[in-house]
């Protein structure tokens, strides 16, 4: 199975920031099916992120995915007070479908 | 407006069946391409997917939990059924339900996840 690494652990950033996510798997995802969620305690995960770089319905513009390969990026361009959560990475181009561990950005 | 909810027990005993149910609004699992999948998250672990039924009734099971999954839908209820058997606290942990519009595709809704604990 695909294992998918996530870094950093945690992200300590203040509101107007940039933030960058990594998320490097152990073998090519295959087409680029990467997608990546966000998660706050006691709500359901949100897809933010398909295709590597495609947003879902609804994201707004300063969430950006980019990568190939074994290598994917999330960016969050200037931080927002309600964009403090985890997020997490997943492939699903081959099965069992897998995720990294997450990335807490949290507020500095 | 799509949602799922999961529902089931919040404390199971060691050796006992688990049985969540998913119950769900918004679209039809009789819809081709439609599927639902079960992803649990133990304590301060990664997500893990489990299981996925599809609107043809096929089924996939992650490989190490084949033998003690079974994942069902009732379309008429608008539900997916999960049963997990020989309980172990390791598999303590919230469980998830959540949908994709075909096996190869991202889950584009959640449920809010039931927890789950196992203990005597």
């Known amino acids: 199975e695909i294992v998918l690494t996530q870094s950093p652990g945690t992200l300590s950033l203040s509101p107007g920031e940039r933030a960058t996510l990594s998320c490097r798997a152990s073998q090519s995802v295959s087409s680029s099916y990467l997608a990546w969620y966000q998660h706050k305690p006691g709500q359901a995960p949100r897809l933010l992120i398909y295709?590597?770089?495609s947003r879902a319905t609804g994201i707004p513009d300063r969430f950006s995915g980019s990568g190939s390969g074994t290598d994917f990026t999330l960016t969050i361009s200037r931080l927002e007070p309600e964009d403090f959560a985890v997020y997490y990475c997943q492939q699903y181009g081959s099965s069992p479908y897998t995720f990294g561990q997450g990335t807490k950005l949290e507020i500095k | 407006q799509v949602t799922l909810r999961e529902s089931g027990p919040a404390l199971v005993k060691p050796t006992q069946t688990l049985t969540l149910t998913c119950t769900f609004s918004?679209?039809?699992?009789?819809?081709?391409?439609?599927?639902v999948s079960w992803i649990r998250q133990p304590p301060g672990k990664a997500l893990e997917w489990l299981a996925l039924i599809d609107w043809d009734d096929d089924k996939y099971y992650r490989t190490s939990l084949k033998t003690r999954l079974t994942i069902s839908k009732d379309t008429s209820k608008n539900q997916v059924v999960l049963t997990m058997t020989n309980m172990d606290p390791v598999d303590t942990g919230t469980y998830y339900c959540a949908r994709t519009f075909g096996q190869w595709e991202p889950f584009d809704y959640w449920g809010q996840g039931t927890l789950v604990t196992v203990s005597s």
């Open positions: 918004g679209f039809s699992l009789s819809t081709s391409g439609m599927c």
């Open positions: 295709g590597a770089s």
